[in-house]
């Protein structure tokens, strides 16, 4: 039975536009999923390579599809109201303190819930964990160092894991030494050396707005005060804004996170990325870059680190294995800037060294290969489960509901109608086995009460399929409210 009709008067290309629809209709495909090749589908249909091709460019162009370079074709989720910027919303912000300890203290307790869902946490390894290969590579260290496994490390970390990092860096354009690197435990012990280095209690530091609730609560612990800088969903900090903050308030450095945000999963450009360190360096403000997510991109290049374009060594840059390889390992590491002797003096105080066998064991899994082969899978099935998740939220929440749509990360943010308040439904989402995060806990002075993040970084099962049918179910209820 052919499947296309070459009598027919319609073009061959939209008789394969409508197969490929009609595939979808009938469940044989899924947001996230990857379309048949060129090739595969041309020889299915007995029709030309290019036919096909001009197909899936204009699938493409209705936005039904994306490419992924050398990859190929991949379903969208349909019928998404998609979260676009809200700048006519935005009210300037003032220095502020944290408000909602209670709240962040409670989402963290959800993650260990017993019978319960956890898509509040942001864990992008849980998509593709390397367990098996890090067990194996740890073993074979230990049959190595013997009882060195147990002993201080060096203060900055083991020489042959900082200079593995500093090639990642110089493979972008950054001239970094090995030796200017500082391992730490985790990026938050990283960030809390840089935010020391610059600032003191009482200080100002400026945040993205929304912003991680780690780090707002880092800024919080250390006495300081932050203040909001308006984020768009898709191009990151509005550099205008940033500008009249640093006119208006004494800022003593800020902290973005200009790669991937989280929450939004924004990503500024390269271009606007250097503009911002142009605009730090101008007023002689520190930037402290968190860039825990920058490997974890959806573009078809991986962004550039802001190091690249510091002209006054102003930028720090905080990065970590947390987000890519091993969240138990707490590995990450500290560029440090003109502020580097001050940094390892910090980190001396503090906790004198890192554990040194997670270090060794990612260290031979950077010089194997093995890491960047993982993280070309993880990315893959982020993005896929960043679509398939798309398409579940805009089937089981309120068609009034958008929805971010992440240039990278693990998550998705979401914006109810206006009276809803996430907070209070965060609770009736516990009692039913599914937690989530409130969007009151990414901002310090009380913004996004309506909002929620929602981790895509999952590996699918009937249990987070009906979840998300449950959160849907609570949304409703409070949205008719």
């Known amino acids: 039975m052919q499947l296309l009709d070459k009598s027919s008067s319609d073009f061959l290309y939209q008789q394969v536009i409508d197969y490929v629809e009609k595939q979808e209709k009938n469940g044989v495909f899924r947001a996230g999923d990857k379309l048949p090749s ?7 249909l007995d029709i030309s390579v290019p036919t096909v091709k001009q197909a899936y460019i204009e699938l493409e162009r209705q936005g039904a599809i994306y490419a992924r370079p050398q990859s190929g074709y991949y379903f969208k989720a349909k019928d998404v109201r998609t979260l676009l910027p809200m700048r006519d919303s935005w009210l300037t912000s003032s220095p502020a303190k944290i408000q909602f300890r209670s709240l962040i203290e409670q989402v963290h ?49 083991d020489s042959k894991l900082r200079l593995s990092i500093a ?23 990283a960030l809390s050396i840089a935010l020391q280095c610059v600032a003191s209690k009482g200080d100002v530091v400026a945040v993205e707005s929304p912003c991680f609730f780690g780090l707002l609560e880092l800024v919080e612990s250390l006495g300081m005060n932050v203040v909001e800088v308006y984020t768009c969903t898709e191009n990151g900090i509005c550099l205008n804004d940033l500008e009249k903050t640093l006119k208006e308030h004494k800022v003593k450095a800020c902290l973005f996170t200009t790669t991937i945000n989280n929450p939004l999963g924004s990503m500024m450009s390269n271009q606007d990325r250097k503009k911002l360190v142009e605009l730090v360096e101008k007023y002689n403000t520190p930037l402290i870059e968190d860039e825990v997510y920058s490997e974890l991109y959806f573009t078809d290049e991986k962004p550039k680190p802001a190091e690249l374009y510091s002209k006054k060594g102003l930028v720090m840059t905080c990065s970590s294995f947390s987000k890519t390889a091993a969240p138990g390992y707490r590995i990450g590491w500290l560029l440090a800037g003109k502020y580097e002797e001050n940094a390892k003096r910090i980190k001396r105080a503090i906790s004198c060294s890192t554990a040194m066998l997670p270090q060794w064991t990612l260290t031979d899994y950077l010089m194997s290969g093995e890491y960047d082969k993982h993280l070309n899978v993880l990315r893959k099935k982020l993005q896929y489960n960043s679509e398939r998740m798309r398409a579940l939220i805009t089937k089981h929440f309120p068609e009034e509901v958008c929805i971010s749509e992440p240039k990278g990360g693990g998550v998705l943010w979401i914006r109810c109608r206006s009276h809803v308040d996430t907070g209070k439904l965060f609770h009736e989402a516990i009692e039913n086995g599914v937690s989530f995060a409130p969007g009151t806990i990414f901002s310090a002075s009380g913004k996004y009460k309506n909002f929620m993040r929602i981790s895509f970084a999952v590996q699918w099962s009937d249990e987070k399929i009906e979840a998300i049918a449950t959160l849907g179910k609570i949304v409703k209820k409070h949205s008719q409210k």
Request: net charge positive.
């Open 38 to 44: 060129l090739r595969k589908l041309s020889k299915q």
């Open 167 to 189: 090639l990642r860096y110089q493979e972008q354009g950054v001239d970094v030494d090995h030796e200017d690197i500082i391992i730490t435990n985790g990026a938050q012990e």
């Open 109 to 157: 307790a959800a993650i260990h819930l017993p019978n319960t869902v956890a898509l509040g946490i942001s864990n992008p390894v849980n998509a593709h964990p390397p367990d098996k290969a890090l067990s194996r590579l740890m073993k074979g260290v230990l049959s190595r160092v013997a009882e060195k496994a147990v002993s201080y490390g060096p203060v900055n970390g």
